[in-house]
């Protein structure tokens, strides 16, 4: 059945362009239409006939209603370009800032409960605001390539609105900020390159997908599209958690919605884990004191290893609205929470583990408690990336998910795993054998740490004369250096 596959083909391809694991994907295209990954380009080119449109001249029939901070949901006042009295009759305020919302593909031909949801917020934070929403749905619920392929129409219809615009009331485009979701970000890309004049900023909030990756520059969005462009094609490139799948969205219960309700449930997977950027700029917004910092980094892993927490040289900035307009294109990375606030506290910890034996094969399970002036975390897990080497220093990235304000003091919790495997018995032996057992323990002197947020550094030591087991809790607290406490 050609109609079918195709509908599957274009849910499908909706939750490809979310930046999911080929291997996800597989698992819902293999046994309905045979449709492999790698394939996908080719096919698109296939399909893309069949979807032409006969259309002499195209439309994309784009409305752009002024929503109001009362009734964010509801379309009551459009402005029609052309017509100047629509601007009067929707109460549009020409000194104050003006953001366009552009959603992305639909398969419900609805707006999705988001887009209230960030009229709200712009509302909150900006409330002189004119905060218009770009409807393009009649567009946007075609199949996936058909609506991809419109972007560019749909960009240009909205270039034309912004020129009308600049005209009619003589706005200063750098008021201008065009916020657009998954392919509405490739739409304001080409709103953006196609006005006369730069717009101010556009946001692209998780732009990526089939027809879009490795175009050229002035197929999707770039830097040139605007003064300012963010996330994640643009000046500024933010993967949050990795980038994949984001805490509170889990595979299992999705795998487990699919299995109850069928197929066609995906459409509300991809949900999740995509629309989390859009959560994370609600936040920004509405939470301006606590929001997110992302810190430049070569690779997730070595982020995840806590080396990359310097705000040195505009190495680090703010998430979402509040970003400082600076021009790079590197990679930064953040973790968040599983809700809002997402904001979380990243702190590196560089601990030296000493023994005055070799034991290179260690995999003990650690745990931190971080204890500070405003509060505690308690029992947060070490991830090991690799298996603890004696004598040399090894860098690891902790979370906290609230403020504890300075930190006074640290617990550190050393586990031997219980895996009593063939291989560490004969290690056991051998060093009871040798006699070295009492001195074979691991030790730690001090703990280096870097907190992301507020870029302070200490050292602690371990408190009492000795160094104890680390079998049990060990307490560290600020170093005295020169006999002088650390401030
Ligand atoms: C228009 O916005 C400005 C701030 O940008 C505000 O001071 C003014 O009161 C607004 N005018 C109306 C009619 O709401
Ligand atoms: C580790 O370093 C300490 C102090 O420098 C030394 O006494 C010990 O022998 C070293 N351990 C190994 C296994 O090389
Ligand atoms: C136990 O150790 C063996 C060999 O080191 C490893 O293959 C196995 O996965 C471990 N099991 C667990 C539960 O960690």
């Not at 449709?35 to 096919?43: A, C, K, R």
């Not at 990526?208 to 300012?228: I, K, N, Q, V």
């Not at 609230?402 to 795993?417: A, N, R």
Request: proline share 4%; charged share 20%.
């Amino acid at each position: 059945n050609h109609h079918q596959c195709l509908q599957l083909l274009s849910i499908v391809l909706h939750s490809a362009c979310l930046g999911y694991g080929p291997t996800n994907i597989q698992i819902f295209t293999k046994p309905m239409c045979c449709v492999h990954i790698p394939l996908l380009d080719n096919l698109m080119d296939n399909f893309k006939d069949l979807f032409q449109k006969n259309d002499a001249t195209p439309h994309a029939y784009t409305k752009f209603s002024l929503r109001k901070p009362l009734m964010p949901e509801d379309d009551i006042c459009y402005i029609i370009p052309s017509n100047p009295e629509s601007l009067k009759e929707c109460t549009f305020n020409s000194t104050s800032k003006t953001f366009l919302v552009i959603h992305g593909w639909t398969v419900s031909g609805l707006f999705e409960s988001w887009v209230a949801k960030l009229v709200s917020a712009l509302y909150e934070r900006e409330q002189d605001a004119n905060v218009i929403v770009v409807d393009w749905l009649h567009t946007a619920q075609n199949q996936y390539p058909v609506a991809a392929q419109d972007t560019k129409m749909v960009g240009q219809e909205i270039a034309h609105f912004i020129d009308w615009l600049e005209e009619a009331t003589n706005i200063p485009l750098d008021n201008l900020h065009l916020i657009g979701y998954s392919l509405g970000a490739h739409v304001a890309g080409f709103a953006g390159s196609h006005a006369s004049n730069k717009v101010g900023r556009i946001t692209g909030l998780d732009p990526a997908g089939p027809d879009f990756e490795g175009e050229h520059a002035h197929h999707r969005l770039s830097p040139d599209d605007a003064h300012f462009v963010d996330q994640p094609v643009g000046h500024v490139d933010i993967y949050p958690n990795g980038g994949s799948f984001q805490p509170g969205c889990n595979l299992q219960s999705t795998l487990e919605t699919i299995s109850k309700y069928g197929l066609f449930a995906i459409t509300d997977i991809p949900r999740c884990s995509h629309e989390r950027s859009i959560h994370l700029f609600i936040d920004s917004l509405v939470n301006e004191q606590e929001t997110s910092m992302a810190y430049r980094c070569g690779s997730n892993d070595m982020f995840d290893r806590g080396m990359c927490l310097s705000c040195r040289k505009n190495h680090c900035n703010t998430v979402g609205y509040n970003i400082r307009k600076i021009r790079m294109i590197r990679k930064m990375y953040t973790k968040t929470k599983d809700s809002m606030p997402f904001r979380v506290y990243h702190y590196q910890l560089k601990i030296h583990f000493s023994s005055k034996v070799d034991r290179s094969e260690m995999e003990p399970s650690l745990t931190v408690s971080l204890i500070g002036t405003k509060g505690e975390v308690e029992d947060l897990k070490l991830t090991l990336k690799e298996k603890i080497t004696t004598n040399k220093t090894q860098s690891f990235l902790l979370v906290a998910e609230k403020d504890i304000g300075d930190l006074l003091m640290v617990k550190f919790k050393w586990q031997e795993s219980t895996n009593w495997s063939a291989s560490s018995m004969l290690k056991m032996v051998s060093s009871w054998w040798s006699g070295d057992s009492a001195d074979s323990e691991v030790e730690v002197h001090k703990i280096r740490i870097k907190v992301g947020e507020t870029q302070k550094k200490m050292l602690f030591c371990i408190k009492g004369p000795h160094a104890l087991s680390l079998q049990q809790e060990v307490t560290f607290v600020k170093c005295k250096i020169n006999g002088k406490k650390q401030t």
